[in-house]
Nanobody, 114 residues
Framework: VQLQASGGGLVQAGGSLRLSCVASGSIFGMNSIGWYRQAPGQERELVATVTNGGTTNYATSVKDRFTISRDTAKNTVYLQMNSLNPEDTAVYYC?????????WGQGTQVTVSS
């Protein structure tokens, strides 16, 4: 399974971006798929995930600002990011899991200017 992330960029604080992650296979077959991020000098952290049953999970820092969604027909998962702030600056990675196997996409840079 290959994951292709896109949609990052430079945005001012308070702005919005939508990230997309297209999977080469069916995302419905994945136990979960979602987004992680890594800021310079920091560990990679969970942002948001959705299970194949539709259950979502968000980091506390993004809850009420970010929304994860998926289009199983397009094998795509989205991350709508609103009210961005400079602390959201990071490389965002798409991650999928099928049982114990984890797949990572390449990152997409999100930079939020103050």
């Amino acid at each position: 399974v290959q994951l292709q992330a896109s949609g990052g960029g430079l945005v001012q604080a308070g702005g919005s971006l939508r990230l997309s992650c297209v999977a080469s296979g069916s995302i419905f077959g994945m136990n979960s798929i979602g987004w992680y991020r890594q800021a310079p000098g920091q560990e990679r952290e969970l942002v948001a995930t959705v299970t194949n049953g539709g259950t979502t999970n968000y980091a506390t820092s993004v809850k009420d600002r970010f929304t994860i969604s998926r289009d199983t027909a397009k094998n795509t998962v989205y991350l709508q990011m609103n009210s961005l702030n400079p602390e959201d600056t990071a490389v965002y990675y798409c991650r999928g899991r099928i049982w114990s196997t984890v797949y990572w996409g390449q990152g997409t840079q999100v930079t939020v200017s103050s």
